[in-house]
């Protein structure tokens, strides 16, 4: 039923956004880079916290979970601002935010009493002593220490996630120097459009590769 409220919510929210951000972005070649620097930015957050957690089969407290509760909506929240600080317009500005509160707001709330019905204690302790979205500047006194595994972030799907920022990234680096700026195909571009199809080729990729081994892992 979350899930279900979730998507919904993201089609009424997130979705009209891309449909208007051609006719609403103002790009500028500060506002391209420092958004595209915003979202790897982002992208790091979340590629760090998906390589601790473990889908709740225990309370993950290692990595940047010592620090905030939710690293991985941090690093999506981080995201989306790169992307609408490349649009350049304080009216998407001011949409993201809001929406962002809507659709994160109930889903996390959510998520804090099924973790603490299956952890009790140890989650109302982790829940008073760790902050929600901004990370605490000291690490939480009863966190995990084991190392960061690269192998559960990719296992996590976060290097198809990673892909399709870095192709967004590109896609906008194109779209701003062929039809904003009209520059023409320069070596600039002509990379661009080399990294796009890189890009795209990893992520096709890796898609049929984790759905090839969800399949294998359900009729096993």
């Not at 649009?87 to 809001?98: E, I, P, Q, R, S």
């Not at 976060?158 to 990234?169: W, Y």
């Amino acid at each position: 039923m979350q899930k279900i409220r979730f998507k919904k919510l993201r089609l009424w929210l997130v979705y009209p956004l891309f449909l208007v951000y051609p006719f609403l972005a103002r790009i500028t070649d500060v506002s391209l880079w420092v958004g595209i620097a915003v979202e790897l930015v982002g992208l790091g957050v979340r590629f760090w916290a998906s390589g601790y957690i473990s889908k709740s089969r225990v309370l993950t407290t290692a990595g940047p979970y010592a620090y905030v509760r939710n690293p991985l909506y941090l690093g999506n929240f981080i995201v989306g601002l790169g992307v609408v600080i490349v649009a350049n317009n304080m009216w998407l500005l001011l949409y993201y935010f809001l929406g962002f509160l809507i659709l994160y707001a109930g889903t996390i709330r959510e998520e804090q009493q099924v973790l603490e019905e299956k952890f009790g204690a140890a989650y109302r302790e982790y829940l008073r002593s760790v902050p929600m979205m901004f990370p605490a500047p000291r690490r939480y006194s009863k966190a995990d220490i084991r190392p960061f595994d690269i192998r559960q972030s990719f296992k996590n799907g976060e290097f198809i996630r990673v892909c399709g920022f870095l192709l967004l990234a590109v896609f906008l680096f194109l779209w701003f120097s062929l039809f904003v700026k009209r520059e023409g195909v320069t070596a600039a571009t002509l990379w661009g459009i080399i990294l796009f199809v890189v890009f795209s080729g990893l992520l096709c990729f890796n898609i049929i590769i984790r759905r090839n081994s969800e399949r294998e892992g359900r009729t096993a």
